[in-house]
């Protein structure tokens, strides 16, 4: 129900729960869950951007955000390998990212200057004029604003704590990347067949 776009106080009401005993759930599914991220075979490119949030409320800062989500997708198949949340992103905390997850033969980032700052183990695509190499995990990062209802961009609710968040997302990568693995096995046994699932069956 969570991420079918209710929130955490909406979830609660129809289960008879309060907000926390909710969080608390999802992080327990999280700690759990102690599968990583798999692809179907080593990813031959990763994509990488970041998206930024906010922790308790908006800051009066002048970008304003105080929480950033960083991810790195796999773009064939469709699948997240990397997230990281952080209250930076600096080249520091992304290059932890990359160096945990499987290695590639190109990476693909936007013009954000922390990654010219970072070690590669193949090529790195640095595109500053457009989306051109990163329409997969631009797409995917619109699927997390999407299906979490904390991160839609015209929310006023807010996670507590950066764990909570963590948890959240822990919760719906394990989910995105068992509907994506299973959607190319369906594709590749069915070229151009409507897929007889959606990523709720996995939730």
Request: proline residues 4%.
């Amino acid at each position: 129900m969570y991420y079918g776009g209710i929130s955490g106080c909406g979830v609660g009401k129809i289960l008879g729960m309060n907000k926390s005993d909710v969080a608390n759930w999802i992080k327990k599914s999280a700690k759990n869950d102690v599968e990583k991220c798999k692809t179907l075979c080593a990813p031959e490119t990763l994509e990488l951007d970041e998206l930024y949030w906010f922790l308790e409320r908006k800051p009066r800062t002048e970008t304003r955000e105080n929480i950033y989500i960083m991810t790195m997708v796999c773009r064939e198949p469709r699948q997240i390998v990397g997230h990281v949340v952080s209250v930076d992103k600096s080249s520091r905390t992304i290059q932890q990212m990359v160096d945990a997850a499987p290695e590639a033969r190109k990476y693909c980032t936007d013009g954000y200057s922390g990654y010219l700052d970072m070690i590669f183990p193949g090529k790195h695509i640095f595109n500053a004029h457009n989306k051109s190499d990163t329409f997969t995990v631009e797409g995917v990062n619109a699927d997390l604003r999407h299906y979490i209802p904390t991160l839609a961009r015209r929310s006023r609710c807010f996670p507590r704590k950066l764990e909570n968040l963590q948890s959240i997302l822990t919760v719906f990568v394990r989910a995105y990347n068992r509907f994506g693995a299973q959607k190319s096995r369906y594709l590749s046994r069915h070229p151009g067949a409507a897929v007889p699932f959606s990523l709720f069956d996995f939730l």
